[in-house]
């Protein structure tokens, strides 16, 4: 009969200054990555977002090296409705082949998710929320309902998803104000993009926008507009998007 063998028990441990990079990466820092081509955005709000609050965790694989992420900040900051808790804006375990190479299953996400719940009940949040999406893409939020979370509230395929630690605890909302539309020139293509800078996926889709327009001159007008900001975002409606003379372009998930 075969041994069995012991999983190395999983570390979790704060962002420090070794591992930034790494983080604005989202762990993909490997030769081929789409990641350089996001620009330095996510570096930018990290460091708008440091003095507001924002958490980042680490997981180390068995081998010590970093395999997985969370980060969360308090609701207040975060692109959703909310008061008294903390919100996760994404928990990523790598699962490229390059660089790191595929560590999924092996439990870091669920280790990442327990410090970041036990961290929030330490420092007296009333709860703790997440988005996931309905498709089994990216941060499904059939994981997190796994990890005893509920529905709060739902648009489309996003779920908004919630554990709160206290009987007072108010559930989150998505915003629902009517999002305002990009104006359109007469005689110039415009270009239009909502960028909080949290997700490199959506900094990618706006520095590609970008560059393709860059070749038509003043034919293009490519707008920029700061979401990170709450009166901003609620005037907006949404936290990233795309739009091109007022259609929206759909910019999907991270890529991978």
Known sequence: MRAKTERTPIRVIDLGP?????????LEDFPGSEMPEAGD?????????????????????????????????PIEHAPVMGRDLDYILCTWVHGHPMGRGDVRGRGLGSALLAAAEADSRARGKKGIAAWGLALPVWMKASWYRRHGFRTAHRSGLMSLVWKPFTPDAVAPRWLQAKPKRPERVAG???VTACMNGWCPGQNLAYERARRAAAPFGDKVEVRLIDTKERATFEEWGQSDALWVDGKQVRTGPPPS
């Open 18 to 26: 070794e591992h930034e990079q790494l983080y604005f990466a989202c």
């Open 41 to 73: 955005w996510k570096a930018r709000w990290y460091e708008w977002a440091k003095p507001r609050g924002v958490r980042v965790k680490l997981a180390l694989d068995e081998t010590g090296k970093v395999g997985g992420m969370i980060q969360y900040l």
């Open 188 to 190: 110039r293509v415009v």
